[in-house]
């Protein structure tokens, strides 16, 4: 870690320098890869929320740009961090995955007993599945009825059909497939070197390692360790592995205050966080499952007071669409019909121009006509 040099921030700074480093404010006319690449991915559990996520940081919205994107193998869609599905950049597809296979959490004991697969089948699937999808293209249904074909794999047949992908996400995270195209409702599956061209496997994770949290940390940051696995792994990796993996950044990376939190940015990013100046006032909608949460954690209370965690972390897994007001998460919001409904946490009313203009931002990405816009 460089050291001599102390930078300290506040938080203020710390989520203007954030809302700029993701394309939140100011957006701007950029390319949907680059969004995805400096997203570090866009969770995609719920297709239609990942394509939202992409078309609010471009200064000119256009619905529906990610497919095209997922469909031509520029990005690809598979299971990553925390088990969920996102649209990710080649490069760092390979990375993260790579750093969350290490974890090898399918040879822990509870997850053997959930999903009934030995350690042994699973590394017997890694092995068949690249060849059965071998330049082509399948349906889960597909796919399964070639591997169960095999009496190896019959009685694994009702957990690999399991719309959860729970014993397909040790597959993803081996490298060995990744969803395909879209076929209408019907998911597909493919290797990730038939979608992308030029894959080069999965690199070792000491390699991986760089890529991944640089990445991150040009996000999100500042940034722990600890809170790197969170949102990797839901700190399933050794925690001095990832120290070791911070540790041998060196002075690519500096050591920040934050009203008291020590975390790391990136070195070449420290003088340009130490010298933002916060907006007098700052209003977005951001919608469900939105990286800005997603990235540090719905768990940072600087990001979203504990008393409201709730509102915005639901069941299921379910990240309501979040208001976000001069970098804090403020309120959730929804749409019904034309009406598009702010709930916000205290009370208080954000300025009506700034919502209104939020408000349009999100009709224009969701190709709807326009919202008309209710406070609670």
Known sequence: MKEGRSVRVSWDQVFAWRLRRQFVTPCGEIDVTDIVERMCGVQAQVTAAADLAVALRRRTPEPGALLPELASGTLMKTWAMRGTLHALAPEMAAAVLSLIGSARTWEKPAWQRTFGASPAQVAALADAVPQVLDGIVLSR??????????????????????????????????????????????????????????WRGLPDPDAAAPVAITGYLGA???ATPEIFDAWLSRNSLKKTTVRRWFSELGDALTEVDIAGRRAYILTEHADELEAVQPPRTSVQLLGAFDQYVLGPGTGDSELLPAAHRARVSRA??????????????????????????????????????????????????????GFAVHVA
């Open 141 to 198: 249904d597909e796919l399964v009825d070639a591997l169960v074909a095999d009496p190896a794999f019959h009685r694994l047949g009702e957990e690999l059909r399991s719309g959860w992908g729970a014993l397909l996400k040790p597959l993803a995270w081996q490298g060995a497939l990744c969803h395909g195209p879209a076929q209408g409702n019907r998911v597909t599956f493919t290797s990730p070197a038939h979608l992308i061209r030029g």
């Open 220 to 222: 999100y940051g500042p």
């Open 316 to 369: 299921a897994g379910w990240i309501s669409p979040i208001l976000v007001v001069d970098g804090r998460i403020a309120g959730t919001w929804e749409i019904s019909g034309d009406d598009l409904s702010v709930a916000t946490f205290d009370g208080s009313l954000p300025p009506t121009r700034d919502l209104k203009a939020a408000a349009e931002h999100v009709a224009e990405a969701m190709g709807h006509n």
